[in-house]
């Protein structure tokens, strides 16, 4: 297997909930504040601001994604972090989530 391959396909693996609390420790030092799930998916995407529902709430996006602070959304596959939702009416604070996460394991 070639060494972009291995890339790809690391990048888009399933990760456990430790795996993406990682991964959420770094985006969040990389800029990337909001994390929301996908409608009926196994993906959470992460946004550097704070994005809406668009669509009757078929999908979420940037507000203005011509905001110079607005990056590319990043995707994490994962499932067992099921507090977050399509249903959460609004996005997931990254760092309220990773400082809940610590509480609760201590």
Do not use: H
């Amino acid at each position: 297997m070639q060494q972009w391959e291995k890339k790809i396909k690391k990048k888009y693996a399933l990760k456990n909930r430790q795996e993406t609390m990682e991964r959420l420790k770094e985006l969040l030092s990389e800029g990337y504040k909001y994390v929301v799930r996908e409608p009926e998916s196994e993906w959470l995407l992460c946004f550097s601001l704070e994005p809406k529902k668009y669509g009757d709430g078929e999908f979420w996006g940037y507000v203005n994604e011509k905001d110079p602070g607005a990056q590319m959304a990043k995707q994490i596959k994962n499932t067992d972090i099921t507090e977050i939702k399509w249903t959460n009416k609004v996005a997931t604070s990254i760092e309220a989530f990773l400082d809940d996460e610590i509480i609760l394991t201590g």
